[in-house]
């Protein structure tokens, strides 16, 4: 069971779709299914009421966030109120975070960017800034640090800002990417859906901020979304706590 923050986007829903057919596949389970724990249905209590009708003797929750923090926490509460309800053993993962998969899902939509705009340059004159969403956890800034410094190796400069709550705002990290020079900046949309964030809030601040910093070139990648290795990713967090059991 695959618990997501929720969005009012399709796209989201469609994903998850997609992504839980992968799972269920690649990783041989008997059932795979999704639910929101905000937003719109189907929301936890409806994800957890079918699973519970299933004939199984386990169940694992994947916390499919890209932070750890409240919101992991009170979905993994409120999906844990119905172990006493039934046989079923729950098991819960960690969520998709401070994990090396990530820095090559981030490296992949980079590559991607550079080939689609027919990019040649080495990994090391290239700069990347990554947005992510902001939190008000300590946790979520350092899971993306993890993956900003995992990648500072291969590309010229690597740094982030956020969509809203912390600093610096894609303003300042825009601007701050402009002193650095580059040759060419890719932007990677740190978001696990193509939801309104992506589609909308990103831009009205981005495209300003692009607009005032007369950048040389910039190549905005897709966000993280249906990936090979976020299916690989999912299938080894369930299977951690699946072996330790």
Do not use: W
Request: hydrophobic share 40%.
């Amino acid at each position: 069971m695959l618990i997501d923050r929720g969005s009012r986007e399709r796209e989201a829903e469609e994903e998850l779709e997609i992504i839980c057919k992968k799972v269920k596949e690649k990783g041989n389970y008997d059932f795979t299914e999704f639910c929101f724990l905000e937003v719109v249905p189907p929301f936890i209590e409806d994800g957890m009421d079918k699973c519970l009708k299933k004939d199984v003797d386990e169940m694992t929750i994947v916390p499919y966030f890209l932070y750890p923090g409240k919101k992991v926490k009170i979905a993994v509460a409120d999906a844990m109120k119905y172990q006493k309800d039934t046989k079923i053993k729950f098991l819960v993962s960690k969520p998709m975070t401070m994990h090396k998969t990530m820095i090559e899902l981030v490296d992949n939509r980079i590559n991607t960017s550079l080939q689609e705009n027919q990019i040649s340059l080495a990994k090391d004159k290239i700069d990347v800034l990554i947005i992510g969403h902001g939190s008000m956890d300590p946790n979520a800034q350092i899971s993306l640090n993890y993956v900003v410094d995992g990648l500072k190796n291969a590309y010229r400069n690597v740094d982030r800002c956020y969509l809203e709550i912390e600093e610096p705002n894609i303003e300042q990290g825009i601007t701050a990417c402009q002193k650095n020079n580059p040759d060419v900046l890719v932007i990677v949309f740190y978001f696990l859906h193509e939801g309104a964030h992506v589609k909308t809030d990103i831009n009205n601040d981005l495209k300003p901020a692009l607009e005032k910093a007369n950048l040389k070139k910039v190549c905005i990648t897709k966000h993280l979304g249906v990936d090979e290795k976020m299916i690989d990713l999912i299938i080894e967090r369930a299977k951690e706590v699946e072996d330790a059991n």
